[in-house]
């Protein structure tokens, strides 16, 4: 990795993983390296992306970012916090690129893509598709899938029903390499459900 990556995930580090989710910077780090290979993307835009676009839960309460976790919570409530965390990333990975003097030109668009990465509806660009391409993948990764469920067999079917009918929607992921990686990822996930008691 770039020595000026390596600078990045260095600083952003202590804002990671702030929603009972440990392994989600790195893991969707993980896939965002493949990703770009795979699909020949921008990692000068796709990397400080994805170690960026969630940074922003370290800067409201913790109270507060684990509404977005509560079904009782309501939905407005729930936005409201989706909506905040973006807009603290932006601001917080501004603050980061701007300190380690990240090319400037490459700034704006990093931004862009942190500022509705859990919201937009279609995708702007192939570096915008990789990096949310690399978040979701999460979901089907090991450590993301033991977040989403319990692991008692009915919640890992429901749970694998559901990346099932995600993966088949197609404005849901953008590339084909990351289709190709969710469905090898979920056949493995599967085998969870044969060895899971009731
Ligand atoms: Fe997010
Ligand atoms: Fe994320």
Redesign the pocket.
């Known amino acids: 990795m770039k020595e000026i990556f390596e600078k990045i995930w260095e600083t952003a580090l202590p804002y990671q993983d702030q929603r009972n989710d440990d392994g989600h910077a790195r893991i969707t780090l993980k896939y965002a390296k493949e990703l770009v290979k795979m699909e020949d993307g921008n990692e000068d835009i796709v990397i400080p992306a994805i170690m960026l ?2 940074v ?2 370290s800067q409201i309460p913790r109270e507060r970012r684990m509404l977005i976790f509560d079904k009782d919570a309501k939905k407005e409530d729930r936005e409201a916090v ?1 909506d905040e ?2 807009a603290e ?1 932006v601001k917080l990975g501004e603050k980061i690129l701007k300190e380690l003097h990240y090319p400037s030109e490459l700034i704006p668009e990093i931004l862009e893509i942190i500022s509705q ?2 919201t937009r509806k279609g995708f702007i660009s192939r570096e915008e598709g990789l990096v949310r391409d690399a ?1 979701k993948l999460w979901r089907f990764s090991p450590e993301g899938f033991k977040v989403d469920t319990n692991r008692s067999k009915s919640v890992l079917e429901e749970r694998c029903k559901r990346l099932e009918k995600d993966l088949k929607d197609s404005n849901y992921i953008y590339s084909k390499s990351a289709k190709k990686i969710a469905r090898q990822e979920l056949k493995e996930r599967k085998k969870l459900i044969e060895s899971a008691k009731e």
């Open positions: 676009h969630d922003g839960y989706r965390h973006q990333s990465h859990d978040d």
